[in-house]
């Protein structure tokens, strides 16, 4: 603390800056810390740039190979594996090996002894079948996607432990692709030999790996040459940026998926049919069957596939294919180059930046420290799980044993989080909407609290030895050891707090509700967060604004006007006249200026923003506010869409931001 006391200024400049690892630090530790040290205090104040440190940190200690991502050698693999090892491709998103594959029975003279199948339903007989012949005849026998049959894995796993009584001809080899899954048979992955592939990360890497699969017969082959390949140019751009922007993680995408090389070589085809048979360019069907029917056939979520509109709508437009170098992004080095033959393009991309600005997919620069945090968080979670989870006394030293330091953190920090939350009984006598919520809210709480304490109660015994520590009792053990929920607990409502926070949230949730129980009246302003179902006391709201209109309306007519407060919450004494206030909502992606009221740009590292509180108003027959007024993002847990001002900026300028409003935060 004295440093920062005395260096204020010193400590402020190496903290924003952009590479603190690398920066002096302030004072006397810059001398006396060494490597590690320095790790330590990157992790506590700039945890972005951990990884960073880490990665310096191997090569400088161990070497840049352990770094450095291999090449997979396929011929060398074969060389290395017999006729009963299987070969396993753990799948990446993005990533098939079938081409691999193809290409290296070319190579090796096993074309014609090359059988694949797409496991799925029904498929199981057709396996086993080319297992057995593969033995008998040497055939390389591929079986893609084990995961989408699992109810057959037990049997295959049988198939690879007879190949060793079989004998198989020299020749067989099975070939075995899945995801990652936790029912995929371990004996199968302990007996074969495992590899993984990851897509090439950039842009620039993308659109070079995409024009290779381009062919100069393809290339030349569309009657409409000059559009042809400026839109085949978009096109490459488009599938890169969708494949790259789920870096941001749920800034990128609510889901992440997998699209694949199918998808491009299906939208070619379709670019190319289309400009052969139409005299003018048919954008919107273009548009429709490339971004809502091939890509938009793996989105699932309908917020993710407006993002996916708002991409194609820019780059597959009139001025892609009319207007010289037409922009693809803000930044100045991204746009359709000069048209030319299939080496130019090639050329081209190679020029592009190995390092690409948030900026070239819309987003802030605050995205990418909130993706490095993600990562940071993944690293160190990690780390933990191969801690041991047996500390013997030798182990341990003179410290306190995992026991030791489990033991006596139930009582001291749960006996606050266990108020009596009883309800009024004049709440019984004729509910209104809003009441029978309170009561739904409380017996959830009140059933969460009990069983919070038996749950801690018996962990206590087992720590003991009075009780035998059963499986829900041990996991709870380690949770709490390494600070984490437990996930008996987190059944009543959604949470990514750590066990710390977790607990100080359940208190104020209880507060709130136990506080309307006391006054038998509904507060001024609702944190809607602390409720375990939040779209329930929004139907109730729209149940009790019905019931309030002396012409009978149905709650499926009503529908929500949102204004943002422009008082402190401090100072709102009083409900509004109509609707409810609900605070403790947070921007992500976005910030909120109070004197405009509408959205503006957060500042430098600002990963959330508080917004004021909302008033949530039911009107009738609303009709939907201009595309120009605003937009919402919700994240994956979606509870409602709120239309907020989108300021002098046009909106698709907020859905590529990814901007959330946010019920909770992760600590």
């Known amino acids: 603390m004295a440093s920062f006391e005395k260096y204020p200024r010193d400590w402020k400049l190496w903290f924003t800056s952009a590479e603190p690892e690398k920066a002096p630090m302030p004072g006397d530790w810059e001398n006396s810390c060494n490597e590690l040290q320095r790790m330590l205090i990157v992790r506590s104040l700039r945890p972005d740039r951990v990884l960073f440190c880490a990665t310096t940190f191997i090569v400088n200690y161990l070497g840049p190979r352990f770094v450095e991502p291999p090449v997979l050698d396929m011929r060398a693999v074969v060389d290395e594996s017999t006729c009963t090892t299987p070969l396993v491709f753990v799948l990446s998103p993005g990533v098939d090996p079938t081409g691999a594959l193809l290409q290296l029975a070319e190579t090796t003279g096993m074309s014609k002894l090359f059988h694949a199948l797409s496991l799925g339903q029904g498929q199981a007989p057709i396996a086993k079948k080319m297992i057995e012949e593969g033995v008998k005849k ?54 074969g030999i495992k590899m993984t592939t990851e897509p090439p990360k950039g842009v620039r890497a993308n659109m070079k790996r995409l024009y290779h699969l381009v062919t100069e017969a393809q290339f030349t082959r569309c009657a409409k040459p000059v559009f042809y390949r400026k839109l085949l140019f ?49 954008w919107d069907a273009l548009k429709y069957l490339i971004a809502e029917v091939n890509y938009g056939g793996h989105v699932t979520d309908d917020w993710d596939r407006r993002l996916l509109t708002t991409y194609i ?75 041991p989870q047996v500390t013997s006394a030798s182990a341990a030293g003179a410290g306190p044993s995992r026991e030791d330091k489990v033991r006596p953190s139930p009582p001291a920090s749960w006996d606050k989080s266990e108020p009596n939350v009883l309800p009024k009984t004049s709440l019984f006598l004729d509910p209104s909407p809003l009441d029978v919520v309170l009561l739904q809210e409380i017996q959830r709480y009140n059933a969460l609290l009990s069983m919070i304490k038996s749950s801690l109660v ?76 939040p779209n329930g006391f929004l139907t109730a709201v729209l149940q009790s604004a019905a019931r309030q209109n002396k012409v009978t309306v149905s709650v499926d007519t009503l529908s929500w006007d949102f204004t943002v407060s422009s008082l402190e919450e401090s100072h709102i004494q009083n409900p509004p006249k109509d609707g409810v206030y609900v605070r403790g909502l947070y921007l992500e992606g976005a910030a909120w200026d109070k004197k405009a009221t509408c959205l503006v740009e957060a500042e430098p590292m600002q990963m959330v923003c508080p917004i004021p509180a909302i008033n949530f108003k039911p009107v009738e027959n609303r009709k939907k506010m201009a595309k120009s007024e605003g937009v919402f993002v919700p994240t994956s847990s979606f509870v409602i869409a709120v239309e907020l001002k989108s300021g002098n900026v046009n909106p698709d300028h907020w859905i590529k931001r990814g901007a959330a409003l946010l019920m909770s935060l992760d600590s």
């Open 313 to 387: 709508n820019d780059y597959f437009c009139e001025a892609a294919v009319t207007e010289p170098y037409f922009k693809l992004s803000t930044l100045a080095t991204y746009y359709i180059p000069h048209d030319g033959p299939l080496s130019s393009y090639k050329d081209f991309i190679n020029m592009l930046p190995t390092h690409e600005h948030p900026d070239l997919f819309g987003q802030h620069p605050n995205a990418d420290i909130a993706s490095q945090i993600a990562e940071t968080r993944s690293l160190f979670d990690t780390l933990l799980s191969l801690q």
């Open 458 to 533: 018996e962990l206590e015994k087992g720590i003991k030895g009075l009780v035998v520590m059963s499986s829900s009792l041990e996991e709870t053990f380690n949770c709490m050891y390494d600070a984490r929920v437990p996930p008996l607990w987190e059944k009543a409502y959604p949470s990514l707090k750590p066990l710390a926070a977790w607990t100080r949230d359940l208190c104020q949730r209880v507060l709130q509700f136990s506080r309307w129980a006391e006054q038998a009246q509904p507060p001024n302003l609702f944190w809607l967060s602390g409720f375990t179902f």
């Open 234 to 282: 978009s096109l490459c751009f488009f599938h890169s940026i969708l494949l790259e922007r789920k870096k941001f993680l749920q800034l990128g995408w609510n889901i992440i998926y997998g699209f694949n090389n199918s998808d491009f070589e299906v939208s070619e085809n379709l670019l190319s049919l289309y400009l052969n048979e139409y005299e003018q360019i048919p």
């Open 138 to 191: 040497g055939h390389w026998v591929f079986l893609a996607n084990c995961h989408l049959s699992l109810s057959w894995m037990p049997e295959l796993d049988k198939l690879v432990e007879q190949l060793e009584v079989q004998k198989p001809h020299a020749d067989f080899r099975l070939w075995l692709s899945s995801s990652p899954h936790p029912d995929f048979p371990i004996n199968i992955l302990q007996a």
